[in-house]
């Protein structure tokens, strides 16, 4: 799984570069009524350095075969019943999880005024292995962890499901030394919430994108930028930041690690 933190780099000799091959390949299906660069600035985005990061330490091995939860999830026709929920709760800070039967896992996580709202489908296997480690019966043989007299930072809670859709939960502060049986569940769960929130691949819409000319992909900080180019034979693509003066060229197979999505067009009235 890739990670957030890529770092965007003025090369503006590339973007002429670039430019020029355009130019010479003239390919007219990418790029009908072509125009100079505006004045502005063109930057383009490099792959991550493998040396500024390290891809493993993100990687769960019960996360193999997931896929991005797409479409409708219901069993029989009614909502899956849920399987494990673990909700973190800090001043300025929500993490919340749910995993339900058929491996659909829903996140969302708000830290400093960003949000991550997240579904996947995890192998059903994984929800074994996970359920496994946090069953209800091994919940219930945990003590609940002493209350502090004073006002709480914050709260966690770690619910688990029976069958017959009853649960057993424990809530303690995040901030305390816990019991080691629950630390032990909640750095499980802690693991996976992390991986799956800071995922760039699996759970991002983008994956496998094949760009078009006038699509309108969304940044990390919610700026749009419209595909204003396909260039170098389909490998590098150009697009225009719909507010700002500002272009980037990035390898086509990387769109999912600097984007999060892609707007709908709007209607036609």
Known sequence: MNVRGRRWVVL?????????????????????????FASGTAIAIPRPDPRDHDPEKYEIPELSGASTGRGSHLV????????????????GILQRMTIFENGLVVVHVENGGATI??????????????RTHVSPAGLELIQENGRDSGPSPGRSVIRSYRDDGSFVERSFDPTLILRAELTQKKIILDDLLRALAEDREVSNPLTGYRPKLGDVLVADDQKSYKITRIIDQGTIVELTCTTDPLKMYVSSKELYNYFIGKRRKAEPQ
Do not use: I
């Open 12 to 36: 503006l000799l590339l973007a002429f570069s670039l430019e020029a091959r355009a130019d010479a390949q003239s390919e007219p299906e990418s790029e009908p009524n072509s125009e100079p």
């Open 76 to 91: 029989g026709g009614a909502l899956p019943r849920p399987q494990l929920h673990y909700v973190v709760r800090l001043p």
């Open 117 to 130: 709202m997240k579904q996947l489908v995890l192998p059903l296997d994984a929800v074994a292995t996970y």
